[in-house]
């Protein structure tokens, strides 16, 4: 299995702020990594795809980068509602494998 | 408008047999692959299996192989998952998820996911 690193585990952030998490891949998966977003309680939201297409109706706020390895996703002034946990995900090779999630807390 | 609507709870005891279910509406049930993701409370998403309706060809993971089986009715519209002998390590969440094939072997992210079902295995 491709496994999915993500970090950090967690980070503390102010609304407004820009917050970035990374994913590392252990193998080659070209662009084939997407992001979601899961609150407490709810299924995981999907928010970029291929890398860096944002999926219809997520707010333009959140951005994807990367590929072959490293995956990055960033959220530009962080909004109330941004406050989650995020999953890294790559398609490449099945089994399809999810990165071990970063909570973004409220500082 | 795309639903995946899944079965309620359930709270079994170790060795019983369990089959949750998955009924899609909204696009064509043999046109998508369904995909079966155990969330472990508080932890990590974990793809189980993933089931093309269209010919109902099943691949699992190597840690879920010969531990669940995954099915669908193309009839109802509805995907199933399937344990014969439940342990206490299957205590878990479950979503199923709507997924598509690119090209022979790459694959979307799932884009639509149902509510999931709590499962609860305890003597």
């Known amino acids: 299995d491709i496994q999915m690193t993500q970090s950090p585990s967690s980070v503390s952030a102010s609304v407004g702020d820009r917050v970035t998490i990374t994913c590392r891949a252990s193998?080659?998966?070209?662009?084939?990594s997407a992001w979601f977003q899961q609150k407490a309680g709810k299924a995981p939201k999907l928010l970029i795809y291929?890398?860096?297409s944002l999926e219809s109706g997520i707010p333009s706020r959140f951005s994807g980068n990367g590929s072959g390895t490293e995956f990055t996703l960033t959220i530009n002034s962080l909004q109330p509602e941004d406050f989650a946990t995020y999953y890294c995900?790559?398609?490449?090779?099945?089994?399809?494998?999810f990165g071990g999630g970063t909570k973004v807390e409220i500082k | 408008e795309v639903h995946l609507v899944q079965s309620g709870a359930e709270v079994k005891k170790p060795g019983e047999s369990l089959k949750i279910s998955c009924k899609v509406s909204?696009?064509?049930?043999?046109?998508?692959?369904i995909a079966w993701v155990r969330q472990i409370p508080g932890k990590g998403l974990e793809c189980l299996g993933i089931?093309?309706?269209?010919?109902?060809?099943?691949r699992y993971s190597p840690s879920s192989q010969g531990q669940v089986t995954i099915s669908a009715d193309t009839s109802s519209s509805t995907a199933f998952l399937h344990w014969s002998s439940l342990k206490a390590s299957d205590t878990a969440l479950y979503y199923c998820?709507?997924?598509?094939?690119?090209?022979?072997?790459?694959?979307?992210?799932?884009?639509?996911w149902g509510q999931g079902t709590l499962v609860t295995v305890s003597s």
């Open positions: 998820a709507r997924v598509a094939l690119r090209g022979s072997s790459s694959w979307f992210p799932p884009d639509y």
């Open positions: 089931i093309y309706p269209g010919d109902s060809e099943a």
């Open positions: 909204g696009y064509t049930f043999t046109t998508y692959s």
């Open positions: 291929a890398a860096s």
């Open positions: 995900q790559q398609g490449n090779t099945f089994p399809l494998t």
């Open positions: 193998q080659d998966i070209s662009n084939w």
